[in-house]
């Protein structure tokens, strides 16, 4: 069994992982401040071209679905405002950081795991949407990396990582529950350490280290709620893997929290698979 000390230092490894903390860090110092213009946080954003053009081809898909041509960052945050630019550079960052990362030969199948991420961040805006809550760019965002731990261990512990997926698969356990088998901590707490090391928001890590029990999470509840049902709605609705076949319950106390209980299924169920539909732009980006 690998210990958590070990896994500790797997995580101090990806210290190194260099786009994440240098841009989100000067967006997020800047926009602390009042007086910040959109100029400051476009110029920002430009010093990394490549960064720039992956933002413009969000802010400009049919995901954002916003009218009209956006052909820079600054007009992008007058029209969208700070806090929706910011996400999208966060989400293009971390997509960025995690892209062609290939793992060739083994087990474990990345374009789904990516395909089921996605499809996760997109269910949980939509539930966001639906309940009318206010937070649905971080639900979003927490959906999309609510299992990058699993992309951690796969990288750093890959014949670990290899047993786990076996057993999830011929046992027909979660996951998480082979996970804590071999390694006895699992990708929800590798991934909050790695939430942690990047100081995200603390919903974002919340909703990362309790999707499986959001019961635990009781600071902020909502968004690592609305991550938990739509985990299991992708996973129900078959799209993409994550690397177990076996369906997790509901928590009745996320379901009933959200206010969810007397909803039309189908009605529900039809806005999260426009929403999916409408989030491919993610995955030309991973590959
Ligand atoms: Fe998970
Ligand atoms: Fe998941």
Redesign the pocket.
Known sequence: MTSLSSLQATISKITTIPTLPTVITRISKLLQNPQTSAEEIGKVITTDQALTTKVLKLVNSAFYGFPGKIGTITHAIVILGFSTVANIVLTASILDVFRRKSNEGAAFDMEKFWL??IA?GAAAQAIAKFIGSSQKEECFIAGLI??IGKIILCQYQPAAFDQVLQDAQQKQIL?YESEKAQFDVTHQEIGGMLAEHWNLPAALTAAIKY?HIPSTSRDFFSVTAIVHCA?IF??AMDVGN?GDEKIPCMAEVAWNNLGLENVPLPTLIEKINDEIERSTVFLQMIN
Request: hydrophobic share 20%.
């Open positions: 089921h991420s996760t609510h299992d996951f999707h985990d992708v996973r994550g």
